[in-house]
């Protein structure tokens, strides 16, 4: 299971790294920004990548295994606090 969570943080990194790349791309080289050809072939490329390490994102959350019901989080309290708030186990 660790390795699949690990293998999602690893994809979430990447996503922004292709982000960060993108930015860097649009602002530190300005041949590509002033060439409309060159900005869109730029951001297509940037669009495959992202879609596809999404795809790939999806598939490992899909694989995680089904976290019991009572043991599910409960948004931004923490279980213990909703626990006893509802007085619930």
């Known amino acids: 299971m660790?390795?699949?969570?690990?293998?999602?943080?690893?994809?979430?990194?990447?996503?922004?790294q292709q982000l960060e790349f993108a930015l860097y791309q649009l602002y530190e080289r300005p041949a590509i920004v002033g060439d409309p050809e060159r900005l869109e072939q730029c951001l297509d490329m940037l669009e495959a990548d992202i879609a596809t390490l999404m795809r790939r994102l999806r598939a490992r959350l899909a694989a995680r295994p089904a976290v019991p019901e009572a043991r599910q989080c409960h948004g931004a309290l923490p279980c213990a606090t909703l626990a006893k708030r509802t007085g619930s186990p």
């Open 2 to 16: 660790h390795d699949r969570r690990d293998e999602a943080y690893a994809l979430c990194a990447a996503i922004g």
